[in-house]
């Protein structure tokens, strides 16, 4: 089980919210803009696409035990 943090709780959020934002803001893309970078031959997006793929990925596989 995880439980790194409590369900609902705002530094859960707030955390949570930063990694999302720092992937975001590093990457420079949203989901739809990764595939239309690519399709302009921006071929660096590549490696974001496959790494948000995998995050989606391992999400799959953990969301039962986390704590929503």
Known sequence: EIS??????????REGGTLFGLGWAL???CPGP????????????????LFA???TFLYGIIKDKLPH
């Open 53 to 55: 793929a995998l995050g």
């Open 27 to 29: 990457s420079g893309a």
């Open 4 to 13: 790194a943090c409590l369900v609902g709780s705002e530094m859960c959020i």
């Open 34 to 49: 990764m595939v239309v970078n690519i399709g302009y031959g921006y071929l660096p997006f590549i490696i974001v696409f």
